[in-house]
């Protein structure tokens, strides 16, 4: 009991400061809550006092309430309809995450940037921005100015995609079909996703949206591997750094239990949707882990030093840049490949 209430300033403050960023990322979507959250906490954070009082509930916040939004996301995907309509994505999918992460392995001593970051920028910047962070910082056990400032060169690259990609589309005369992979494959999150391929159906009078969406939910499940990979490979460098040498390669550490409820979640979601069976329930969960990221980031923002992240936010941009710019051109490689321009 004591140690719930150690929790609770912390906690209450996170929230406090998840509800304004919340509603304005419904007014700027293309910015999003979770920036919002961030840049807030940090803001708060230089002038926060008592700080003995709120530090349980904020990295309890950080960490467990991060793991359970994970969960709860898993309740937005409907496997069914992702392999009904998202496996002709697969090879672009699959050639553009592949790509990223390489770029940001490589990239990562030439730029003097810390292993962390350039994980979290890589996987951000592949799969699904902010979610994908959301589930791999936990794996990886990245700090928290790590998360902030993978997630602020993600919202970067976030916006410049949505304000470019629809004129670079009708430049090389992309189709509906080859735009929805485009935005689907090429831009970092979901928000950002929605708001470029309802920027082209503006233009197109087309219902690109609903493919884009697909695509992306689609690159959403390569957190799994991807994690269950990252898990197995901090395992094995720990057990030859001596860390934690007989609980490197158990169960646990090899496959998080947060990660295998994200997985439960989305097959119950898939056999009731097959069954006919209202999900609206699922919906709510949905939208309460969206709520549970922003209350994340305002804890890693709480916990982020805003000069620090200024000075040191050079090489991550640099390295999101490279990711940005690599996965652009594969996806439209592939699709050129596979004629579906």
């Not at 996170?14 to 920036?35: D, E, H, K, R």
């Not at 392999?83 to 390489?102: C, Y």
């Not at 993600?154 to 470019?164: M, Q, R, T």
């Not at 982020?304 to 936010?313: E, F």
């Amino acid at each position: 009991m004591l140690s719930i209430q150690k929790k609770i300033p912390g906690f209450s403050l996170c929230f406090l400061i998840a509800v304004p960023a919340w509603f304005l990322g419904q007014q700027l979507p293309l910015i999003g809550a979770p920036v919002f959250a961030i840049f807030i906490g940090m803001l708060l954070a230089l002038v926060h006092q008592k700080r003995d009082r709120t530090a349980d509930g904020i990295a309890f916040t950080s960490k467990y309430i991060l793991q359970i939004a994970v969960v709860l996301l898993g309740f937005g995907l409907n496997l069914s309809q992702v392999m009904q309509v998202g496996l002709k994505s697969l090879p672009i999918i699959f050639s553009t995450i592949t790509t990223s992460l390489l770029v940001a392995y490589f990239l990562q001593k030439y730029l003097r940037l810390d292993a962390h970051t350039a994980t979290l920028v890589g996987v951000g910047s592949s799969i699904c921005g902010g979610s994908a962070i959301a589930a791999t910082a936990p794996v990886i056990d990245a700090r928290d100015d790590e998360v902030a400032k993978a997630i602020s060169v993600i919202f970067l690259f976030n916006i410049l995609a949505a304000l470019i990609f629809p004129t670079l589309g009708d430049m090389i005369g992309l189709s509906n079909q080859g735009f929805a992979l485009f935005a689907g494959t090429a831009v970092n999150d979901t928000s950002s996703v929605t708001a470029t391929a309802t920027a082209w159906d503006a233009v197109h009078q087309s219902n690109t949206l609903d493919g884009a969406t697909i695509v992306k939910l689609t690159r959403t499940l390569a957190i799994i591997p991807i994690t269950l990979g990252l898990s197995l490979y901090k395992g094995y460098k720990d057990s030859k750094n001596g860390r934690a040498v007989q609980t490197a390669f158990s169960l646990k550490r090899a496959f998080p239990t947060f990660l295998l409820y994200f997985l439960l979640a989305s097959l119950l979601t898939t056999l009731m949707s097959n069954l006919g069976n209202n999900t609206i329930i699922f919906d709510q969960l949905k939208w309460l882990s969206k709520f549970f990221i922003v209350m994340a980031m305002s804890a890693i923002g709480l916990n982020t030093n805003p000069v620090k992240l200024l000075k040191t936010g050079g090489q991550a941009i640099g390295l999101g840049a490279a990711c940005w710019f690599s996965i652009t051109v594969m996806s439209l490689m592939m699709q050129a490949l596979m004629g579906t321009w």
